[in-house]
């Protein structure tokens, strides 16, 4: 790889949000400056300093403006940018569930791979204007489900940014299309893995998850199924109280136990929401380290709580 020239971006407010078990923490430099070499960061200080220190290095005046790491989004999804301002024919929704099957699971089933790749890029795009690095996205595309991840990996290469992606696998279409999903998902984790082992210097920015829909449309079988293949898992939990209900009556256990059960939670599975689980739940998902990311804009439009 050929040597790129330092850049120092200086005369900028620099907030480093570093390690706060560090003796030297979160600290904020009024009049700071960032070095840049080889795409990491070389040197962090105050402007002066850094000027004095690095005379040949190509420098970009900030103005002023704040300069930190970037921010991360923990759970999104890019096929969504075709929901923006959509109207649903007929009577509203009068819950969760039921914008599920009006919006949500309507809207998969259109997509295209082409769509799919359109739709990640609008979304990188908007990232990029907002300061946000790195995603980490929840695919659907009932009726393109292969190489789906691979459309929107290409998006997410062109753009410079991070992703880490899967695909949502659900009986909801049926067993051809939840072991299609499977397949997906197990297609893409060796090919990340390949690259990675392989060296190749793109592959750093790009990680598989391994996507499941939410306990509310898995069987049994289907989980199992999933578990075998996979240790890391994204999957949507009590986003509304259908899912509990559901599994309740599915398995006589609460969504996170029953998904504990199969192996799902840990320290590399991200459950996404989990607004409707109780303190016992709450415990579980401490005593694995498995992450709970939240989503409030999402949880307020849909009415489900928070």
Known sequence: MPIQPATLIHHATVITFDDSQAEEANRIWPDGA????????????????LLARYPQAE????????????????????????????????????????ILE????????????????????????????????????????????????????EAVQSSGLRAALCYEVTDRD???????????????????????AAGDPSAGRIAATFGLHASLTLSDATLAACAAESDRFHVHVAEHPADQYDS????????????????????????????HIDAWEMALLRETQTAVSHQPRSNMNNAVGA
């Open 102 to 153: 009006k919006l949500w699971w309507r809207l998969d089933k259109a997509l295209d791979l082409e769509g799919v790749q359109r739709s990640a890029e609008v979304c990188l795009v908007d990232a990029i204007r907002h300061g946000t690095t790195t995603l980490i996205d929840h695919h659907a595309s009932q009726r393109a489900i292969d190489g789906s991840l691979d459309a929107i990996a």
């Open 248 to 275: 309740l009556a599915k398995s006589g256990q609460r969504a996170v136990e029953r998904l504990h059960r199969f192996g799902i939670t840990g320290a590399q599975s991200i459950f996404a929401h989990c607004i």
């Open 34 to 49: 960032v070095l840049m070499e080889n795409g990491l960061i070389g040197d962090v200080g105050e402007s002066a300093a």
């Open 174 to 196: 049926g067993p051809q299309a939840a072991q299609a999903g499977i397949a997906e998902n197990v297609r893409f984790q060796r090919k990340t893995a390949q690259a990675h």
């Open 59 to 98: 420098r970009w005046d900030a103005g002023g403006r704040l300069l930190m790491p970037g921010l991360i989004c923990s759970h999104t999804h890019f096929y969504g940018a075709f929901a923006r301002g959509m109207y649903i024919p007929g009577p509203p929704a009068k819950d969760f569930p039921e």
